[in-house]
């Protein structure tokens, strides 16, 4: 285990689920914050947050949460920029993403506002 790993301890034995800032989607490691990059050079979106969502056959897939921007021309950005296993498969937008109160990305309520759709799927 490293710095930035997610596990869990249970009767002694530890359990690792992953790494803070990696998406490991169908076996590829993903950096998030090389896809986050390429959705903050794209017109018009004023900020994003790029997302582990979990998925029956890859385990992970890459999730973006955009705010601001149009859904067309942020794919096109994406898919003209980024390896295809890097590009977000799921997308969602919204209005303002949930921050702690240090200021940084708060993922936990990100996540569960997206399990309780209180960000709009990009479609």
Do not use: N, Y
């Amino acid at each position: 285990m490293t710095v930035g790993d997610r596990g869990t301890v249970t009767d002694g034995v530890v359990s690792v689920h992953g790494r803070d800032g990696l998406v490991l989607t169908g076996g590829v490691s993903v950096l998030v914050a090389d896809v986050e990059a390429t959705l903050r050079s794209a017109a018009g979106v004023r900020d994003c947050a790029v997302l582990a969502l979990p998925h029956e056959r890859l385990g992970e897939v890459v999730a973006a949460v955009v705010v601001g921007g149009d859904r067309d021309e942020v794919v096109a950005h994406c898919r003209d920029r980024l390896p295809r296993e890097q590009r977000p498969v799921r997308w969602f937008t919204a209005d303002r993403l949930p921050s702690t109160p240090g200021g940084k990305l708060d993922a936990a309520a990100l996540r569960i506002a997206i399990a309780a759709e209180e960000v709009r799927r990009w479609r």
